[in-house]
């Protein structure tokens, strides 16, 4: 029988075989987060990795700092929007340029081995 420790560094492991930091580096919107696609990068953190830890909660999508709505039409007043897309308002109103200025502020320095650490709490192999 598997153990918790086990199942958890599996997750790990396939999450990062799924997105290895050069991807993560240059990722699109829509690999990001999209709508009606489980293998997005956002679909990954909040579903796939759960058991590593929830970030699920009333904040809904918004907390990936951008969110592609199921409803067009329905267009949140206290976040920008375009045609397809919700953002946080402190972020540029451009989708394109927020999102290359988004994933450039959180995903540039992105480093495997950081990752590892900061999800094992050891720098040895995992």
């Not at 696609?37 to 951008?66: H, M, R």
């Not at 039409?73 to 927020?98: C, G, I, L, M």
């Not at 994933?103 to 050891?122: L, M």
Request: one cysteine or more; aromatic letters at 12%.
């Amino acid at each position: 029988m598997e153990s918790q420790t086990d199942i958890c560094r599996e997750i790990l492991y396939d999450f990062l075989d799924r997105w290895p930091v050069d991807e993560v580096k240059q990722m699109t919107l829509d690999q990001y987060v999209s709508v009606g696609n489980p293998d997005t990068f956002c679909q990954w953190v909040e579903t796939k990795t759960e058991d590593l830890g929830n970030i699920k909660g009333p904040a809904g999508s918004i907390k990936f700092g951008i969110y592609k709505r199921t409803d067009k039409n329905k267009k949140p007043r206290n976040h920008d929007n375009n045609e397809e897309y919700s953002w946080q308002k402190s972020f540029n109103a451009n989708t394109n340029v927020f999102y290359k200025d988004f994933s450039k502020e959180h995903f540039s320095n992105w480093d495997s081995a950081a990752t590892i650490t900061a999800c094992t709490g050891s720098t040895g192999s995992v």
